[in-house]
């Protein structure tokens, strides 16, 4: 018996998918409990004992965190030192001359290093990497003795043009590691061997900030975990959408922002494959927060030019997510204009919306899918203690209904409306604003809110089918089980390609790939094989944004490589101009080691499944929809046969999320047990 699991720890759940391949098939548990938001570690030890499983139990576990994403969202990092370049102390701070508020006169920022802690030192390499001013050393000992006095428990080391010629930053690294208490030093040029010294720079002071928060969970995560007798493998999801050992993560922690919701993607990728679609968005809805992105032609959409906050770009491959604060917990209120505001402020897991029973008093969107009979009280995840829906009723009309001089149906229902128009407005930001019509994907819903404004959202866009996988709740965890492996390598040329000499591109490439692949091979057993992906950052010469051109190897000519680039800048603006020359920026290889496939049919028990659509029915409750009362019929998701066909107003429930069938749409169950909706 070879037992995996995939666990996610979100802002309000912790989830966990359990398989369980023996002689006999396979087989699936899972868990949906609390996140604990002190100690992240024990949500996830809880979660392994509701599977009633044990950690020795289990041959490996793979798992998604948020941990670094909230710390930097939240300011709860360490206290970080910076040691730079003479006369580039504010570097951080400057920026790229944006406001916080762009049509604001008004705004604050504060930097992640404040400009106390950010300390000087002669040196300087230029952009060709020749050495114009010698690196003084002693005032590198003078720099780090000052922060290590200050109390900093990291220390960057991010010096100009380092991406060129890394000497200075090697050697003041060294000197550093001599005198700093730990081994918490990043060098912008290790993390990130790119140009642009800005986003260089806040790159690797996210990446300290982080380090000591990460390496302090992963250590209490894989110590409670051998307690309990786990001896085996743990791999992070990194927010490539990919996998890496714990022994690599601390050091580049900084990849693992935005590592929740990459794992939702990919497990979309994965459910498509498997599917026979190639295109959807992406759709997580979650407690806190909702999170989209975009698939075309099965592949997810990959970008190097995250922004998590203001003024805090992080330069690394991630999965592009667009996220809005609006989750099922996000608050409703009456703000001083008099209007109704849904979010960003969020109930959380503690104290929740007020039906958890958890302490919450304020309205959430959970709250007005109670009221409007969209979920049933008796069916919610994690309730403490009950609360009666007069009592949900009571807070609406309190803090909504009467201040806006409506009933409580038409407030809840109004909570419904406006926290659709913040996530449709995330939706075109990652289609329509980028070229693609909303009209050619599917909507790929999940999450455990996610299905139940799925169909709203997709009439609004025009989108004509949602597609519901079969574990919504849980589609996070299912992604740790479907993610593969990968490293990516990005290193600067920033030379024109008609000057370029291809044996340097051919050697840069190569050898990004062989130190990739060192690391992919120490989880050889978990890997059916290994794809290399090759590509490069161009731009035309004197423009300012790159395109990423994919290439078919390292011994590319360079006539193909210009007709490459130009083809997919014809692509995204349908303009040629073969009268300018192209420029190489960044070379980037990714080294994926692709994992076993999941059969996602496994994931609903065939025990359970009934005959006929009709004995998969539960009953009816009245559903508020279009402005009135309507019956509407409700069904087991487990039970529901392949091929079931069922025509809304309808409620489909199961342990972990709950779909709503809106009046008008029809759904059908497909042959692995995804519901699809068409709206």
């Known amino acids: 018996m070879r037992r995996v699991a995939g666990i996610d720890v979100g802002g309000t759940f912790t989830d966990l998918l359990l398989t369980e391949a023996g002689p006999d098939g396979l087989a699936v548990r899972l868990a949906k409990v609390p996140t604990t938001v002190r100690n992240q570690a024990e949500g996830v030890i809880a979660a392994i004992a509701a599977a009633e499983r044990r950690p020795a139990d289990l041959d490996l576990v793979i798992h998604g965190t948020t941990a670094t994403t909230n710390a930097v969202l939240e300011r709860k990092t360490a206290k970080v030192g910076l040691v730079t370049t003479a006369g580039f102390r504010d570097v951080l701070e400057l ?25 000087e030192v002669p040196e300087r390499v230029m952009a060709d990497g020749t050495v114009r001013t010698p690196l003084d050393e002693e005032a590198v000992r003078e720099a780090v003795r000052a922060l290590v006095a200050e109390g900093c428990e990291a220390l960057v080391i991010h010096f100009l043009h380092a991406y060129a010629n890394p000497a200075h930053e090697l050697r003041a690294g060294a000197i550093a590691r001599e ?9 912008g040029h290790a993390l990130l061997s790119e140009f642009r010294e800005y986003e260089r720079g806040t790159t690797a002071s996210v990446n300290a900030a982080v380090q000591p928060i990460l390496d302090r969970y992963v250590a209490r995560l894989q110590r409670e975990l051998r307690e309990g007798g786990f001896s085996r493998d743990l791999l992070v999801m990194n927010g490539n959408g990919g996998t890496v050992p714990a022994s690599h993560v601390v050091h580049e922690a900084a990849k693992t922002v935005m590592s929740g919701p990459a794992s939702g993607v990919m497990a979309a990728a994965a459910t498509l494959a498997q599917t026979g679609l190639s295109n959807a968005i992406t759709y997580d809805m979650g407690g806190t927060s909702t999170d989209v992105a975009l698939i075309a032609g099965g592949v997810p959409e990959v970008s190097a030019e995250l922004t998590i906050d203001y003024g805090l770009p992080i330069h690394l491959p991630m999965v592009d997510v667009h996220t809005v604060g609006a989750g099922g917990g996000s608050i409703a209120s009456v703000n001083r204009a008099g209007m109704l505001q ?46 009666g829906l007069d009592a949900i009723r009571d807070a609406f009309a309190r803090d909504l209904a009467g201040p806006l001089g409506m009933s409580v149906e038409e407030a809840a229902a109004a909570v419904i409306r406006l926290g659709n128009v913040h996530m449709t407005g995330a939706i075109r930001m990652v289609s329509l604003s980028r070229g693609y019509d909303p009209r050619d994907f599917v909507l790929f819903a999940f999450g455990g809110a996610g299905p139940l404004h799925a169909v709203a959202l997709a009439r609004e866009l025009g989108i004509p089918e949602v597609l519901v996988p079969a574990r919504p709740g849980l589609t996070n965890a299912l992604g740790c089980l479907v993610a593969d492996l990968r490293q990516d390598r990005v290193n600067t040329l920033n030379r024109p390609l008609d000057g370029l000499d291809m044996a340097d591109l051919r050697a840069t490439l190569e050898a990004q790939a062989a130190d990739a692949l060192a690391v992919v091979a120490e989880e050889a057993d978990e890997i059916d094989e290994t794809t290399i992906l090759y590509g490069a950052d161009m731009q035309f010469r004197g423009q300012t944004h790159l395109i990423r051109v994919a290439l078919p190897g390292p011994d590319i000519t360079r006539e193909a490589m210009q007709a490459l680039f130009e083809d997919a800048y014809h692509k995204r603006f349908q303009v040629r101009l073969p009268e300018i020359r192209a420029v190489v920026v960044n070379l980037v290889t990714s080294v994926i080691g692709r994992r076993r496939a999941f059969p996602l049919s496994s994931l609903l028990d065939p025990v359970a499944r009934a005959g006929t659509v009709e004995d998969a029915r539960l009953g009816s409750r009245s559903l508020y929809a279009d402005g009135r009362w309507q019956e509407a019929a409700v069904y087991a998701r487990e039970a529901l046969p392949f091929g079931a066909r069922i025509k809304g107003p309808a409620v489909v429930q199961q342990v972990d999320a709950t779909t709503v069938i809106e009046p008008g749409a029809v759904a059908t169950v497909d042959d692995i047990g995804n519901l699809r909706i068409r709206a």
Do not use: C, H, M
Not at 179 to 187: E, F, G, S
């Open 95 to 119: 920026g790229r001359r944006t406001r916080p508020k762009p049509y604001g006169l008004f705004g604050t920022f504060a930097p992640l290093i404040p400009r106390e802690l950010r300390r």
């Open 179 to 187: 005198l700093w208490p730990n081994a918490y030093v990043t060098l």
């Open 342 to 387: 849904v979010g960003p402020e969020s109930a959380g897991s503690e104290p929740g919306p007020i039906g958890y029973g958890r302490g919450g008093t304020r309205p959430t969107i959970t709250d007005a899918n109670l009221v409007l009979g969209r979920l049933d009280p008796a069916r919610l995840t994690a309730v403490r203690a009950g609360v």
